[in-house]
């Protein structure tokens, strides 16, 4: 089987693609992030994980790359990553008492082989009224800070919702790994 490298700085995509028991690499893509004006926040996210399996490929052109994004919108405003506490209790108040939409967008680019498979999941996820308290108190202990919406629905992240309606819950994370089987299955990977 070809090389396989993930195309990511994410710890978080990094543990989850762990979970298949696959070999792989992990490669920095270094693509920029920036926004597109006018750009649905499904376009986005599949744009730049295209993007990010794209300029690894071209350095690893026999290797089967893995690209993902994943972009949060509330009532039509993208939420990125907060980077700052602050920012991160921001996010958490627009979000309280709303419905939030996660695209989370999966490539698997092959260059050698002609391999293109990508997949845009979306999650839904309800978020419970919450006090400026129960914000304070989550952000100072989950610093959540390098996740799009300003928290961790793997960890403590959980206790802000009323529900989460998905078709994969480890798209919400940041990586859809049913699909993602199903893209390695069809390259060729022996799953499980």
């Known amino acids: 089987m070809p090389q396989l490298i993930l195309a990511s700085t994410s710890p978080y995509r990094r543990e989850l693609l762990a979970r298949l028991a696959l070999d792989f690499e992990v490669v920095a893509p270094g693509v920029s992030e920036e926004p597109r004006r006018g750009e649905s926040p499904t376009d986005r996210a599949l744009r730049l994980a295209t993007a990010k399996a794209q300029a690894v490929s071209e ?3 026999e290797a089967l790359v893995i690209g993902s994004d994943q972009v949060a919108a509330v009532g039509g405003e993208v939420l990125d990553k907060p980077g700052d506490a602050p920012r991160c209790r921001e996010q ?3 979000l309280s008492g709303h419905t939030a939409h996660f695209y989370t967008a999966g490539v698997l680019l092959g260059a050698r082989i002609g391999l293109h498979l990508a997949h845009v999941d ?3 996820v ?3 009224a919450l006090t ?3 914000i304070d108190r989550y952000v100072e202990r989950e610093q959540p800070l390098d996740c799009a919406g300003g928290f961790r629905a793997e960890a403590l992240g959980i206790a802000l919702f009323d529900c989460i309606e ?16 199903g893209a390695l299955r069809a390259a060729g990977y022996r799953l499980p």
């Open 126 to 128: 309800v978020f419970r």
């Open 59 to 61: 350095r690893h052109p």
């Open 166 to 181: 998905s078709q994969d819950p480890t798209a919400l994370i940041g990586l859809p790994l049913i699909w993602l089987a």
């Open 132 to 134: 400026p308290g129960e």
């Open 92 to 94: 958490l108040s627009r």
């Open 122 to 124: 979306t999650t839904t």
